[in-house]
């Protein structure tokens, strides 16, 4: 089915989209799995290039290119979903265990492993890991800048979510 070339590991690159803290199920059970798309900047064009020319498939599965001209690689997979793991486990970029996971705007490394498909000829790149060099995702903050004073980060919020009548004095708040 398929034909394996040696793995490697890229060099530290941008996150434009992962699906590792769960499975992508949009297609289904059957074809849930855990994908990163990078950024190819020309270092990574000119190694997939190289690839491509010596293992003589077609084409690169997983490359597309944006309005803005911006080249994307999507590596994607099972293993973890076989294993019944919800989440892709990642490394941080001391090459430890981490419970993190890379989100868009990260930057990373992955080790990625090339098979040239036997059925059309096209070459995958399956991701077979995840080193996270920084955490630069964008956390929603809800259009607000940080500032001294509460921190919910331990709160817990009430679990009923029954209204209360409203107090008859409330009618008279100008608000």
Not at 149 to 157: I, L, N, P, R, V
Request: hydrophobic share 35%.
């Amino acid at each position: 089915m398929a034909n394996k070339i040696k793995p490697f590991t890229t060099h530290t690159l941008p996150v434009k989209w992962a699906h590792l803290h769960k499975a992508d199920t949009k297609f289904g059970e059957d074809s849930a799995n855990h994908s990163c798309t990078i950024i190819v900047d020309e270092q990574l064009q000119k190694q997939l290039d190289q690839m491509l020319k010596e293992s003589g498939a077609e084409k690169i599965n997983g490359m597309n290119t944006s309005d803005e001209g911006e080249t994307y690689l999507k590596a994607k997979s099972k293993i973890f979903v076989k294993k019944g793991q919800e989440w892709f486990p990642c490394r941080d970029a001391g090459a430890q265990p981490t419970e993190a996971v890379a989100f868009g705007g990260d930057t990373v490394r992955l080790r990625l492993a090339p098979a040239v498909l036997t059925r059309d000829n096209s070459m995958s790149l399956y991701l077979n890991g995840v080193q996270i060099i920084e955490k630069n995702a964008v956390q929603d903050s809800g259009g607000f800048e940080a500032t001294d004073g509460f921190d919910g980060s331990t709160f817990k919020a009430p679990v009923s979510t029954e209204t209360s009548e409203p107090d008859e004095d409330m009618d008279e708040i100008p608000f």
